[in-house]
Every structure is written in structure tokens, then in C-alpha cells.
């Protein structure tokens, strides 16, 4: 998660610049992930502990998974529509790689 992470934060402000949003939607964009993990690791660790290993393993990189496709479509509907909606897509594929 760490590396993703790592090589995730590079590219997100040149998304930003291609994108011309205002620098607050990047602040928004990097503070999601962890605002999300400290919110989720109080309910998520109990589940963590009763549950499988391989069980929750394979939840989490489901739920990267999803978030790099998420955030994948929300960056090409941003480029062809400019629509405001594909903004909170974006957020929420980040914030949905936090909680993974």
C-alpha cells in the first residue's frame, strides 16, 4: 500500500494541473485517504481480528482495485464533460483506497 500510495501522490497534482481545479480541491484530494483510515481502522480492526486473513487480504486489494478504476473514470469523465459530479468520484475512489 505503501509504494501505491507513494506513486499515487506523485501523479495527483499533475491530474489537478490537466484538470484546472483549484489548488483546495488538491488539499481535499491528498487529506482524504487518511482521513478516511483513521475514521475506518476503529471498525474495521474488530473485523479484521474475527475474520480470515485471506478473507479481508482479498477485500482490501478488491477495494484498490476498485479505486484505481474509479479514479481512472472519474479522471476521463472530468476531461470530456468538465462536469462538477466527477469531482466527487475522484474523492471518493480516494477515499475508498483509505479505507482498503
Not at 500510495?5 to 483546495?24: H, K, M, R
Not at 487529506?31 to 482490501?60: H, M, W, Y
Request: some cysteine; overall charge negative.
Amino acid at each position: 500500500d505503501f509504494a501505491a500510495t507513494e506513486l499515487g501522490v506523485a501523479f495527483i497534482p499533475e491530474v489537478f494541473s490537466q484538470l484546472q481545479l483549484p489548488d483546495y480541491c488538491n488539499a481535499i484530494q491528498l487529506a482524504a485517504k487518511p482521513a478516511v483510515q483513521v475514521l475506518a481502522t476503529s471498525f474495521v480492526g474488530p473485523i479484521v481480528d474475527c475474520n480470515e486473513a485471506r478473507v479481508c487480504l482479498l477485500a482490501a486489494t478488491t477495494a484498490l482495485a476498485g479505486s484505481t478504476l474509479m479514479y481512472a473514470f472519474g479522471v476521463a469523465a472530468r476531461k470530456s464533460t468538465g462536469g462538477p459530479a466527477t469531482f466527487a468520484v475522484l474523492l471518493t475512489s480516494r477515499g475508498l483506497q483509505g479505507l482498503a
